[in-house]
């Protein structure tokens, strides 16, 4: 960005610039110029940072750490430790977990098969596009196409046990518990990792398997040797982002385990609307710094696999 | 006679509740007559204004009334807008998040003071209602005299609008009528028993505890007989958890629902099968509350909806969508209310009972400890 005024001016000036003693001074303060437009230029982007990240973390810590009375408390933080938010931390851990590993694992499979394909391919555009919008389809739409399918008066449920005599829910109705979510949890995982993982997927340089052969070695030598480890980094950012991901879900579950509050984005909502137990507000607060700084630990990780991930990306 | 066993009931809870308000209550100073500019923020009654007339003119003057937390498929809500549109058109009703819980209308009303978007009037579960008292503006309308003494805060803080108990809906082509609460953890009721709402967040599904709880055998002291009974729904495999809808009992995927009478009986216009039983010796009743913004942008409108609510026009509404509205025995003395509506309601129980404030907060407090991990 800070070239480009350079450029612009004409096809040498740009090398002119540089050596000209004359021009280096009009360069500098156009140079200052560019760089401040630049800075404006980030304005909105800190804005909203500032607005949708920093503020709601700055009112997270404020509510769980603070009493009604504005007094510091350590309260809410000790609520983090009762037996039911704990196993509710544990399982929303475990359902992020879970469905990161399988969406993950099966994205990178058809990322795989999709690099068999030319560029061009309609196929490949097909799935393209497809990934893009269901990577977005979560939530409350989402519930419901599953209701509609897989609900105990789902049409592929009534196939199922008219057709072939199995009855999905014959242990009692799971689709709206905890083990329900892992289903549309990975159809939301799946796509996301078809659009996070294919660049780098790209980024394998048909060179290097060709040098591999040259060299005398084996299709499976080089994914051993040279594909999986050159891939690992960008799989495991994929990973971790598609368990951030998953772990801020809220509407999808929302609407389809509304009993108990099995994770805790709903045992926020719980805590911020109930007109039964009231007065916990602050706990919401306590509980959405536990998210926070469980979502900081991934991303942690995903900037720092990301820095060798780039390494390859050159 | 059947009503007034109900109120018998929620005259226990509210006396104590009551009792709690009293200083919220004395501090309001009284309006001050028809001076000649009518301050319709604190306006106490009807006469403040001059007159009803005066009321009217007053908030068509003010031209909008914004509402909160008003389903229309909530005790027939949308007839009763419907026909307020009808009756004062000059007055544009704002119906803003009509499913949101009796707690984010208070929220609401504090996130937009001061703007001409906050929430003229509230429609709130009691616990909700006894907790706010210093949000909301007293008023007395002018049919007040029949609103029963249990029903209404003294000065017209809040003011209890229609009620009605604990019941079970159910699809009587698919199932039996049950006749006893532990009927339902038998297996042909299997992936088929829902409630309205989380216990630990909707005072429907609070109550429906509440009701297996004495239905168990327990007191509304101790809500851990109705948990129990809740457990042992999850481990017959009888508990539905997804949130319950007008779509999934028309659908069919809640065949059997907890839920209060008037809303389970709502249910039969999509479902002509749909059957309400309230179980007869044991019954669990509770009333929503009226109470006007003492912030209102809209005063003088939230004023007449008040009004309005209590005319025998939508008192007759409120029982046409199944529920008992606050002045039910007074219309029933002069031969107003609507009696097929009437007669159509289902049975009184043998005993009725309301939790006192105290029992709300210790079976709160219960289920938030316990509720989580009794249905997983």
């Known amino acids: 960005m800070t070239i480009a005024p350079l450029t612009a001016a004409g096809p040498t000036t740009g090398s002119a610039a540089a050596v000209s003693p004359e021009a280096a001074p009009r360069a500098s303060s156009r140079g200052a110029v560019a760089s401040a437009l630049a800075w404006i230029g980030l304005l909105p982007f800190a804005a909203y940072i500032l607005l949708f990240l920093a503020l709601p973390t700055i009112l997270a810590l404020g509510s769980g750490l603070f009493d009604d009375a504005g007094n510091l408390t350590t309260e809410n933080l000790a609520a983090l430790a009762e037996p039911t938010i704990l196993l509710v931390f544990g399982n929303t851990v475990w359902l992020s977990l879970a469905t990161a590993v399988a969406g993950s694992v099966i994205g990178a499979l058809v990322c795989w098969a999709m690099l068999g394909l030319a560029d061009a391919h309609p196929m490949r555009r097909v799935v393209d596009a497809g990934a893009s919008v269901l990577a977005q389809f979560g939530g409350v739409m989402l519930a419901f196409a599953f209701i509609a399918t897989f609900g105990l008066q789902g049409v592929a449920t009534l196939l199922l046990k008219d057709a072939l005599g199995i009855d999905l829910y014959a242990d009692g109705p799971w689709i709206y518990e905890l083990p329900g979510l892992f289903a549309p949890y990975i159809y939301f995982q799946v796509p996301l990792m078809v659009i996070t993982f294919m660049p780098a997927l790209v980024a394998l340089r048909p060179q290097w398997a060709e040098a591999n052969l040259t060299l005398g070695g084996t299709r499976a030598g080089f994914w051993v040797h040279i594909g999986l480890p050159v891939l690992a980094p960008a799989f495991l950012a994929s990973l971790l982002l598609l368990f951030a991901n998953a772990f801020s879900s809220y509407a999808t579950a929302a609407a389809l385990a509304s009993q108990g509050a099995p994770i805790i984005p709903l045992q926020i909502r719980a805590a911020l609307t109930s007109e039964t137990v009231l007065g916990r507000e602050n706990l919401a607060g306590a509980l959405a710094l536990g998210m926070i700084v469980i979502v900081a630990l991934a991303m942690w990780a995903y900037s720092a696999v990301q820095r060798r991930a780039d390494r390859w990306r050159r | 006679m059947i009503r007034r066993t109900l109120l018998a009931g929620v005259g226990l809870a509210a006396a104590s ?325 009437a007669a159509a309601l289902p049975a009184t129980p043998a005993e009725t009972l309301v939790p006192t404030e105290e029992q709300s907060t210790v079976a709160g407090e219960l289920l938030g400890e316990k509720w989580a991990a009794a249905v997983q």
Not at chain 2, 17 to 30: E, F, K
Not at chain 2, 192 to 218: H, K
Not at chain 2, 284 to 299: K, T, V
């Open chain 2, 17 to 341: 509740a009551l009792a709690l308000t009293g200083c919220a209550a004395g501090s309001t100073a009284p309006a001050d007559g028809a001076e000649a500019a009518v301050d319709a923020k604190t306006a106490t009654s009807a006469e403040a204004f001059g007159s009803f007339e005066a009321l009217e003119e007053a908030a068509k003057a003010e031209g909008a009334l914004n509402v909160i937390a008003l389903p229309r498929d909530w005790a027939n809500y949308g007839e009763i807008l419907d026909l307020f549109a009808s009756k004062y058109p000059e007055i544009a009703i704002n119906e803003q998040s009509p499913d949101v819980s009796s707690a984010e209308e208070i929220t609401a009303a504090e996130t937009n003071a001061g703007l001409d978007t906050a929430p003229d009037v509230f429609d709130l579960g009691l616990t909700v209602a006894l907790q706010n008292t210093d949000a909301f503006a007293p008023y007395q309308v002018q049919t007040w005299d029949e609103i029963p003494d249990a029903l209404k805060e003294p000065s017209g803080l809040f003011v209890g609008d229609y009620g009605g108990y604990m019941s079970v809906g159910y699809d009587s082509s698919k199932f039996e009528a049950p006749e006893a609460l532990e009927d339902l953890l038998g297996a042909e009721y299997k992936s088929a028993v829902a409630i309205n709402g989380d216990p630990t967040q909707a005072g429907a599904a609070f109550a429906a505890v509440g009701l297996a709880s004495i239905q168990s055998g327990g007191t509304l002291d101790d809500f851990q007989p109705g948990i129990d009974f809740f457990s042992d729904l999850q481990k017959a495999g009888n508990l539905l958890k997804v949130d319950v809808t007008t779509a999934t009992v028309t659908s069919g995927e809640t065949p059997v629902v907890f839920d209060w009478d008037y809303l389970n009986a709502a249910h039969t216009a999509d479902n002509p099968d749909w059957k309400v039983v309230v179980f007869d010796d044991k019954g669990y009743a509770g009333y929503y509350n009226q109470a006007i913004n003492a912030d209102a942008p809209h005063p003088a409108a939230a004023r007449l909806w008040q009004e309005f609510l209590y005319s025998d026009e939508v008192q007759n509404l409120w029982l046409k969508g199944g529920a008992r509205p606050a002045r039910m025995d007074a219309m029933t003395e002069a031969g107003t209310i609507d009696a097929d509506l």
